[in-house]
T-cell receptor, first 114, second 112 residues
Framework: GAGVSQSPRYKVAKRGQDVALRCDPI?????LFWYQQALGQGPEFLTY????????KSGLPSDRFFAERPEGSVSTLKIQRTQQEDSAVYLC????????????FGPGTRLTVT | QKEVEQDPGPLSVPEGAIVSLNCTYS??????FMWYRQYSRKGPELLMY??SSGNKEDGRFTAQVDKSSKYISLFIRDSQPSDSATYLC????????????WGAGTKLIIKP
């Protein structure tokens, strides 16, 4: 079956531009997670949705980062006024429930801010 | 000091060797321990998970957790070139058990 998909796969933005990253989870998966992975590092948690409810956004680095999942399926991570330190791979994962060991990851969006 | 420490490598071994990958952690409240494999330009893929202490085996892979030492290991037997990837450990407490804390990953190279 289809896995988690993310688009675009690569995004280059000039400093100060706004970007929107899309995640299509596995159909029927209740939970959705966003992670940020810097080069040579493990992923870092950004935010978590259960259906359309954003239950935890404690990992979002600043108020320039915003995530939504309005219909409990597709999610968008938006970054306003991008900065160079935002350059990273943004990973989306979905889970049939909230359990820690059933997170299925997409390929990620590599964001480069110039 | 990070909550989860993992040697970044690279670790280079000949095909057929037994590989040992390790992580140490500082938070004694961690209960779930996972190992992920990540190929270049791909997302992490879950290999194994263990709850609390003990061993778990799945084919060529064995995961071990020693909570008294705060140390976890992944062993790969009969390593293959296709095992070449970055291996990440991840762990979580039982409180908000959806939020994973990750090691930095160890790059593994299996030489044919």
């Amino acid at each position: 079956g289809a896995g988690v998909s993310q688009s675009p796969r690569y995004k280059v933005a000039k400093r100060g531009q706004d970007v929107a990253l899309r995640c299509d989870p596995i159909s029927g998966h209740v939970s959705l997670f966003w992670y940020q992975q810097a080069l040579g590092q493990g992923p870092e948690f950004l935010t978590y949705f259960q259906n359309e409810a954003q239950l935890d956004k404690s990992g979002l680095p600043s108020d320039r980062f915003f995530a939504e999942r309005p219909e409990g399926s597709v999610s968008t991570l938006k970054i306003q006024r991008t900065q160079q330190e935002d350059s990273a791979v943004y990973l989306c994962a979905s889970s049939p429930w909230g359990g820690p060991y059933e997170q299925y990851f997409g390929p990620g969006t590599r964001l480069t801010v110039t | 000091q990070k909550e989860v420490e993992q040697d970044p490598g690279p670790l280079s071994v000949p095909e057929g060797a037994i590989v040992s990958l390790n992580c140490t952690y500082s938070n004694s409240a961690f209960q779930y321990f996972m190992w992920y494999r990540q190929y270049s330009r791909k997302g992490p893929e879950l290999l194994m998970y263990t709850y609390s202490s003990g061993n778990k085996e799945d084919g060529r892979f064995t995961a071990q957790v020693d909570k008294s030492s705060k140390y976890i290991s992944l062993f790969i037997r009969d390593s293959q070139p296709s095992d070449s990837a970055t291996y990440l450990c991840a762990m979580t407490t039982g409180d908000s058990n959806y939020q994973l804390i990750w090691g930095a990953g160890t790059k593994l190279i299996i030489k044919p």
